[in-house]
């Protein structure tokens, strides 16, 4: 019997969908677009994971390059999609009969006329959704009512479209003359950093859409399949001949210091401070001392939290003026080669990713007392072989892309927070995976004390003390019980119908509601091995 079921439901679905559309999606970072409409295949089309066709990849630019790539930011900028002027979007394959509820799908996923996540910004996050003929297609009609009806205008794209962030707009493009570019294979069912991991299930998506054609290798650098990859860890930082330092299991006595390094993304900064603590220090992995964290900011929230983006805005580094940010503990007689590692990251004067925007990527400094320590001579000299400036930091400070300038913090008035457990020893997007002996540090550093659970949430925080955070927050007003204070009853209900719904409901489905540290760290470590995160 359940055999003639699915095989009737396979003839109705095989029905709905002889008429059907290729469609893409955009806005903001295309991981968590992709679950959606993942998650939309399954329940609006009830496709099982064989039929899924979600996608995430670029479209929307006027250029490729000459072997017809478009490709995430890589060491050697090839076919960069930002350059070639393109959006992160998902393409989705769906019956022209259920376009009305996909389109519904994708401005639901709209909060206040924007993105979810306000830190994405530049045109490679802007709002765009492509359909085949744009305007003339059947299906415009049906968008343009339903943006309406949202909130929203269309707009039509002529490519290359700047970010229309902060204009309750949406780019629309003629799929036909702007067409879709699948992204790499380790984009594809990735976790999103606005909420819990999505599990291993749906990671591993990829696998099968690999084995049965429908994601590709692409050609872009890194893309390639995993049995093909190399995951030894690899270095930007030019390779010099030094002496090494004392650190400080050394009976030396050499003085140490802690100091914190920000340029663009902090899982690159890492990754070269922890090569350059072995190549410089000889230190062992239970020796290393680099962190990820933030810093240059003003703010903490009432518990002394500095926090990632998340669900329920929870002491957000961004809005609390601080910026991605390495520390470490080292020699003061290394300062210069450190510095030297520290320089050599940037490329002509700027952070290596450029698709990096927004102060949160700012390039800085923090050492003990700032200008005034003694260590100030040998880093300006540093920054300037290297053709940068140094400029003292207020703190809040606005962003240094095209400005050639590093603010030096005093890291006593502005000190370094360190990041949550599952931004440390974290694979970046510019190149091959580190491999899952780097990635498994962090499990290593956690259980000797060297990185503690910063009680942010996904790093120690539950969703009900979220929530209460949240409410704190917003009201001022965290310390009375819940039953005697109605305010806070309605303010909870609203947020787990808002969010929890949202991110917690559809996962439940799948049986994947709690998500613990462990199997956050177990998914990175099969990532790094299996699909190229």
């Known amino acids: 019997m359940s055999e003639l079921i699915a095989h009737q439901r396979n003839d109705q679905r095989s029905a709905v969908e002889q008429d059907t559309s290729d469609v893409y ?120 009512s339903i943006a309406e009806s949202k909130g929203m205008s269309l707009q039509v794209g002529i490519g290359d479209d700047p970010d229309n962030f902060g204009m309750n707009s949406v780019y629309l493009m003629d799929s036909l003359k702007f067409p879709f570019h699948q992204a790499e294979r380790y984009h594809q069912f990735h976790d999103d950093f606005m909420s819990p991991p999505y599990g291993e299930d749906y990671n591993n998506l990829i696998l099968e859409a690999e084995e049965d054609g429908r994601i590709v290798d692409t050609g872009c650098p890194g893309g390639k399949s995993p049995l093909e990859k190399n995951t030894s860890i690899q270095s930007t930082a030019k390779t010099k001949t030094l002496v090494v330092s004392q650190d400080k299991s050394s009976p030396s006595g050499d003085t140490l210091i802690d100091i914190y390094f920000g340029v663009g993304c902090f899982w690159h900064v890492q990754h070269e401070f922890v090569l350059a603590e072995r190549d410089i220090l000889d230190r062992k992995d239970t020796g290393l001392t680099s962190r990820t964290g933030y810093a240059g900011g003003t703010r903490t929230d009432d518990e002394g939290r500095v926090c990632y983006h998340n669900t329920f805005d929870v002491a957000d580094y ?37 698709g990096d925007r927004g102060p949160e990527y700012r390039s800085v400094l923090g050492i003990p007392n700032g200008f005034a320590n003694a260590a100030y001579s040998i880093l300006d000299a540093t920054a300037k072989s290297h053709g940068l400036t140094l400029s003292i930091g207020e703190g809040n400070d606005a962003d240094t892309l095209g400005k ?130």
């Open 25 to 144: 999606f955009g806005v903001g970072c295309f991981w968590h677009v992709q679950h959606e409409f993942v998650d939309a295949e399954r329940n609006i089309l009830d496709r099982n994971d064989l039929d899924l066709t979600s996608r995430a990849g670029y479209a929307g630019g006027t250029k490729t390059d000459d072997e017809g790539r478009v490709c995430y930011h890589n060491p050697d900028n090839v076919a960069y999609y930002g350059d070639l002027g393109h959006g992160e979007v998902v393409s989705v394959t769906i019956p022209d009969s259920f376009a009305n509820d996909f389109f519904t799908v994708y401005f639901d996923l709209f909060v206040n006329g924007d993105r979810a996540d306000v830190g994405d910004r530049g045109l490679e996050y802007r709002s765009l959704v492509g359909i085949p003929g744009g305007r003339d297609s059947t299906l415009y009609a049906s968008l343009a």
């Open 318 to 354: 961004g809005k609390f003026g601080h910026a991605e940010a390495v520390a470490l503990t080292i020699p003061t007689s290394s300062v210069e080669d450190f510095a030297s590692v520290y320089f050599d990251l940037f490329k002509d004067g700027d952070r290596t990713d450029k």
């Open 404 to 533: 050639h300038v590093v603010y030096v913090m005093d890291s006593l008035k502005f000190p370094f927070h360190q990041a949550e457990v599952y931004h440390q020893y974290h694979n970046d997007f510019k190149g091959l995976p580190y491999g899952k002996k780097y990635n498994s540090l962090a499990r290593e550093a956690t259980k000797d004390g060297r990185l503690a659970h910063t009680n942010c949430p996904g790093d120690g925080l539950s969703a009900e003390a979220s929530i209460f955070s949240a409410f704190k927050s917003a009201t001022g007003d965290g310390d009375a019980e819940l039953h005697k204070r109605p305010l806070f009853s309605i303010f909870a209900v609203c947020i787990c119908c808002s969010i929890l719904a949202v991110t917690v409901v559809r996962r439940w489905k799948n049986g994947k509601v709690a998500y613990e540290l462990a199997d956050a760290m177990e998914q990175s470590e099969m990532k790094s091995d299996a699909i190229l995160t």
